[in-house]
RNA sequence: GGCGCAGUAGCCAAGUGGUAAGGCAAUGGUCUGCAACACCAGUAUUCACCGGUUCAAAUCCGGUCUGCGCCUCCA
């Protein structure tokens, strides 16, 4: 498969620094609030990027932080009057629910910076006794300069980053031996969580903490190293700098970075007033629909959310979720069982669907193809599924709709739900009025329990059900 | 100022040289007591604009216009 590497700004064939393993490392969100889906966005398309990989039969090790130490956390512990340790404590939590309900698997470790300090000052140390960084007044500092290759992966070099920027120069810090040298350790301030190191006590610059994480858990040099695309710079080329300086190999084979999700066009951010948490999206629709949505387009490209484009997406998952559904009552009232031989070489047909599918997501994970893929499965199901269907034949293509879907971890098999007796009766006395032709009477109940959010369908296989 | 991305039907969106996928919405038809679901049909002679290369361009090159992002914390 092809992936498109940021760093050479070409797509190029993934090849596993060991085969049939992928070390991968997603930068995680900064826990000092609920999530928004501008944070939803990284987490949904690269760990649809993991589904595939492990569907193509990779064993991944997927790494993603939570970065527990930030000045918005101790502003927010300040504001609440609590330590800083309940405030990230409790958005982990809630994360780690949305992530849940976005259907996004667990990372095979999620380790946090707070519990990783003493790899930092290792670190940090190694980079000190190499020339790459300098301590002033408790303040730790890389040598930008000092490592030729900086600015690899932004394309940028640092005279235009000197001479553009002039703020960067003007800017603060005159401790600093050049403007482009960024933090590594910095002192306590009082009140704020601290810990003891050889330059006093204080605590890690952001940077940092990634390159130690990614080591630990994944060893110095790794297959993927993923995030949005505003963590380029500085963010990676930070970590790129520092990882590459301390242990002197290739951090990361392969960068990715998705697009950013706006609101009306615009960035979504706080400042603007146009962003919403992944909670508040996930109190009016299921928060697959927010997961089709991303997938419904590249993930490199910016996407713009709306409530119309909500619906809209709503409504297309919709009808995977009905196909899936029909094909499951007719394998309930099918009446053969064995496959007839049209149907075979009708199972021989649906074989391209796949295909295109796995050529979609093989081409630098082209989600948006992928999901047309399923659609045009969806119709070849609609079409091609009906009473006569063998019981194989409809359990095969229901099993085939719900596999594929699955590999973008889109849940479109309904769970069985029970609906109370109340309602029950109500269904058998509207059937029992549709058959004496009293149509008022049935409009009536069907009405009435619209109300109360159940939709009903008279299909050829007898009366289904849904929730609005 | 430097670097970069994008402009495809009402909306979303794929498509990087060979004659416009898919979805939503809307319209007509079939099915249905009605509705819903589903199916069928038509729906961009055309891909922001101008010029060029080519037998052939939405796709390549040059220019113009428009929108957006990064260069500072940011997914």
Redesign the pocket.
């Known amino acids: 498969m092809k992936l498109y590497n940021t760093m050479t700004k070409k797509k190029e064939e993934f090849v596993p620094l060991e085969e049939g393993k992928v070390k991968m490392y997603v930068?995680g969100?900064?826990v000092y609030n609920f999530i928004h889906i501008?944070?939803a966005?990284?987490m949904i398309v690269f760990d649809t990027a993991r589904r595939y990989l492990e569907y193509k039969g990779y064993e991944v090790n997927f790494v993603s932080n939570f970065t527990d130490v930030d000045d918005?956390i101790i502003k927010k512990s300040v504001e609440e009057g609590v330590p800083a340790e309940e405030i990230s404590e409790r958005y982990i939590k809630e994360c780690k629910k949305d992530m849940a309900d976005m259907n996004v698997k667990e990372a095979t470790t999620h380790p946090q910076a707070t519990q990783e300090i003493d790899g930092m000052i290792d670190m940090i140390q190694t980079l000190m006794e190499k020339g790459y960084a300098y301590a002033v007044d408790g303040t730790v500092y890389f040598r930008t300069r000092k490592f030729d290759e900086y600015g690899k992966l932004?394309?940028?070099n640092l005279d235009?980053?000197r001479?553009?920027?002039r703020?960067?120069l003007v800017s603060g810090e005159d401790q600093k031996e050049d403007p482009l040298d960024?933090v590594l350790w910095k002192p306590k301030k009082e009140g704020e969580p601290y810990w003891v190191s050889p330059w006093g006590e204080g605590r890690p610059g952001?940077h940092i903490e990634c390159s130690v994480m990614s080591k630990k858990y994944l060893g110095e040099e790794i297959d993927i190293h993923a995030?949005?695309?505003?963590?380029?710079?500085?963010?990676h080329e930070n970590e790129i700098a520092q990882s590459e300086c301390c242990n002197g190999k290739t951090f990361a084979r392969y960068w990715l970075h998705?697009g950013?999700?706006?609101i009306d066009?615009?960035?979504?951010?706080k400042s603007l007033g146009n962003f919403f948490t992944v909670r508040e999206i996930g109190e009016q629709y299921d928060l697959q629909v927010l997961r089709f949505f991303m997938l419904?387009?590249?993930y490199r490209?910016?996407?713009?959310f709306s409530r119309?484009?909500m619906?809209?997406s709503k409504?297309?998952l919709e009808?995977i979720v009905?196909?899936v559904s029909?094909l499951k009552h007719l394998g309930e009232a099918a009446e053969t069982m064995q496959l007839t031989d049209e149907e075979k070489s009708l199972l021989e047909e649906m074989r391209s669907f796949r295909t295109k599918f796995e050529e979609a997501m093989d081409?630098d994970l082209?989600t948006?193809?992928a999901?047309?893929a399923i659609?045009?499965l969806?119709?070849f199901a609609?079409?091609n599924a009906g009473e006569k269907s063998s019981k194989e034949f409809v359990e095969t293509v229901k099993t085939e709709i719900i596999r594929l879907s699955d590999i973008l971890g889109l849940l479109v098999e309904k769970e069985e739900e029970n609906l109370d007796g109340e309602i029950e009766k109500l269904i058998e006395e509207r059937q029992a009025a549709?058959k004496a032709r009293d149509?008022k009477r049935?409009?009536e109940i069907r009405d009435q329990l619209l109300a109360q959010g159940i939709?009903?369908?008279?299909?050829r296989e007898g009366v289904k059900w849904k929730r609005a």
């Open positions: 930068c969100p900064t501008g944070n966005r990284p918005k932004s394309h940028k235009d980053l001479s553009g920027n703020s960067l960024f952001w995030g949005g695309e505003d963590l380029i710079f500085p963010h998705n950013f999700l706006n066009n615009r960035k979504m951010s419904s387009a590249h490209s910016p996407i713009n119309e484009i619906e809209s409504n297309a009808r009905t196909a029909n081409d082209n948006a193809d999901v047309s659609f045009e969806v119709k609609n079409t549709r149509f049935a409009d939709i009903l369908e008279d299909t």
